[in-house]
Nanobody
């Protein structure tokens, strides 16, 4: 399964951006969808995640500012980022976990990552 992320860019502090990540392939079902980020010199960290039942989980640093959502009909996960801060500057990666149709015709588990999209917040 391949992921295509989009929506990054340059924004001033206090501004907003919306990231999208679409999964493509012979997908049987999707369980977890989420967003991670990695700032220069730092480890990759979880930003937000949403499971198949709709339960969400956020990093403390983004609670109240970011909203993760998903459109199951489009196999797409979104991240609405409001009130952006310079410390939100990072490369954002989407991650999707689910099952795809394997070569033998049975579901195979997949854990795919997007290519990363850069978000830069200027002060």
């Amino acid at each position: 399964v391949q992921l295509q992320a989009s929506g990054g860019g340059l924004v001033q502090a206090g501004g907003s951006l919306r990231l999208s990540c679409a999964a493509s392939g012979i997908i049987v079902n999707i369980n977890d969808m989420g967003w991670y980020r990695q700032a220069p010199g730092k480890q990759r960290e979880l930003v937000a995640a949403i499971i198949s039942g709709g339960t969400t989980n956020y990093a403390d640093s983004v609670k109240g500012r970011f909203t993760v959502s998903r459109d199951n009909s489009k196999n797409t996960v979104y991240l609405q980022m409001n009130s952006l801060k310079p410390e939100d500057t990072a490369v954002y990666y989407c991650n999707v976990i689910g099952s795809e149709l394997g070569p033998k015709g049975y579901p195979d588990r997949f854990n795919s990552w997007g290519q990363g999209t850069l978000v830069t917040v200027s002060s």
